[in-house]
């Protein structure tokens, strides 16, 4: 009955309201809705269908690190410094060195040696350290053992998973026991023997004889038979003309001349001081067609410069002085009508005074036509250009500079080449240079058109040696090749190449330690020959 009769109300309710009815459903709907999301909001684990019974705040675990490929090796770059070059894939080093390695996924880096000439299956290498710091970069300052030895540097990195990568390089600090070591194939070297001590080569007379000066003895020397004969005259300076037939020379008596065979000798008219007191007499320049020289007066801080007429004796004086430079000194003649020289300058660029040796040097131009000294480079404070030499048609410029450290003062070298055209205005205001790259440069000289030899800077001088070896590379054609190494103390004369440029000849003196813990100096000269 009660169930009948409770069926019976509902169904007249619903009768009744049917409208309202649909509306309770509704509400009871959305009411759920709202109820679910609010249970999202405060259990936002509870949505995700997870147990949120004891959920705290969030953590957020690292992922874990990802293991290293076994299959990839770690890189590895090794390097040595500093080089002064590689010569046929040895660098050429000093006696103390720092071995890097660029490994930048490395747990820690072995360094090794051993000679180069070990026997093949020999390990035979010796540990020169480990570094496990990468913080500061994988290095290791090493001396070598001996110099002339070539040594294999081996350098291992290794991983955190063990893995291992190996990297090799060669070097060698060379040794003193030779003045000058060939290692071009395109030459042969030797050694001249029999020569009066203290010998050191001035230039060519021809292609079969040269000169040279033993103390103030001017000698000449034939290539053919090895004879040799001095001059007759005594001279503190000697310098041939540009055709070989004459050499002019400097002495207590003034300058004087002669013809290259050491016959018809004569002394030139001296010029006279003009008006900056007592000066002394500086030196000589020849002019291109032999017939001229340029000859100067050396004050303290100035020179006075004449050309003087070999066959008249006429003495012509010369304007040199630029305002706010001194110090002018000649450079190079070039051409019949032009001479270059270098002038520094007292002055700043904004005006300050100077009263040392000069904020920067420039090169300037003496046309002899219109009496005209100008500037042909404009450096800045710091630059001091000069010329390293002349010929066929060129001049090379060096340009040398002083770092900002002004106590160090350590000095940078960039070599340029500039056309000495034949054209009346190429030179004037200005000097066409082209620049060329001598890494670790410290001497460059032009000995042909495109043609260049030059020293890098000196290494330390190895055991039993006072004088430091320098490496030597030849520029020609824009390559530039390893030449040999040259050992130089207190001297050296070169390179000069023979009139035909078949021969290039260069000497120099070094000191060793004697066998009684002495000093012992020894000059050498050494005639190197084009290979046909």
Request: charged share 25%; aromatic share 10%; net charge negative.
């Amino acid at each position: 009955m009660c169930a009948l009769r409770s069926r019976s109300t509902h169904e007249r309710g619903r009768r009744q309201d049917p409208m309202s009815v649909r509306i309770n459903r509704v509400s009871r709907f959305v009411y759920l809705i709202f109820l679910s999301l609010a249970v999202c909001m405060i259990l936002p684990a509870g949505c995700a269908g997870r147990d949120t019974s004891h959920a705290r705040e969030p953590v957020h675990e690292e992922a874990p690190p990802t293991p290293a490929d076994p299959t990839k090796k770690t890189s590895l770059i090794p390097s040595v410094f500093p080089s002064v070059g590689v010569f046929d894939g040895i660098h050429i080093v000093d006696g103390t060195v720092e071995l890097k390695a660029d490994a930048p996924d490395a747990e820690e880096v072995e360094f090794r040696f051993r000679p180069r000439d070990t026997e093949d299956g020999a390990d035979g290498f010796t540990v020169i350290g480990i570094d496990r710091e990468e913080s500061d970069g994988w290095a290791i300052r090493w001396n070598l053992p001996e110099a002339g030895t070539a040594y294999e540097v081996s350098v291992r990195a290794i991983r955190k998973d063990g893995l291992m990568t190996e990297g090799a390089l060669t070097v060698l600090w060379p040794s003193a026991d030779e003045g000058f070591k060939l290692m071009s194939e395109g030459y042969t070297s030797k050694k001249i023997s029999g020569l009066p001590e203290y010998f050191l080569p001035t230039g060519w007379i021809d292609e079969d004889h040269l000169m040279g000066l033993t103390g103030t003895n001017p000698i000449r020397y034939n290539v053919g038979d090895g004879s040799w004969r001095p001059l007759g005259f005594r001279a503190w300076h000697a310098e041939l003309s540009p055709n070989g037939t004459q050499v002019a020379f400097l002495n207590d008596s003034g300058i004087g001349v002669a013809k290259s065979d050491g016959t018809e000798t004569r002394l030139l008219t001296k010029p006279e001081v003009t008006g900056e007191g007592d000066g002394n007499l500086g030196g000589f320049l020849w002019s291109p067609d032999g017939k001229r020289l340029l000859v100067w007066i050396q004050h303290e801080w100035n020179a006075e410069y004449s050309i003087l007429d070999l066959d008249s004796g006429k003495v012509t004086p010369l304007k040199t002085r630029l305002d706010g430079y001194f110090l002018t000194a000649p450079a190079a003649w070039p051409k019949p009508d032009r001479i270059l020289f270098t002038t520094r300058a007292n002055r700043t660029k904004d005006g300050r005074q100077e009263y040392t040796q000069g904020y920067r040097q420039d090169i300037a131009l003496l046309d002899l036509k219109s009496g005209e000294f100008c500037l042909v480079t404009d450096a800045v404070d710091g630059e001091f250009y000069s010329i390293s030499g002349y010929a066929d048609g060129q001049a090379l410029v060096e340009k040398w500079f002083l770092e900002p450290d002004e106590y160090s003062h350590q000095e940078k070298r960039k070599f340029y080449l500039a056309e000495v055209s034949e054209s009346e205005g190429h030179l004037a205001g200005r000097l066409d240079m082209k620049g060329i790259d001598l890494p670790h440069a410290g001497a460059a000289y032009l000995v042909g058109r495109d043609h260049i030899l030059f020293l890098t800077t000196a290494l330390t001088p190895p055991p039993g040696s006072f004088s430091p070896v320098r490496a030597v590379y030849e520029v020609k054609d824009g390559a530039i090749t390893p030449f040999g190494f040259l050992t130089i103390g207190d001297h050296f004369t070169g390179f000069f190449p023979s009139p035909h440029k078949t021969m290039i000849l260069l000497g120099l003196s070094r000191t060793v330690q004697d066998g009684y813990g002495g000093m012992m100096t020894s000059y050498e000269t050494y005639l190197l020959a084009k290979k046909p």
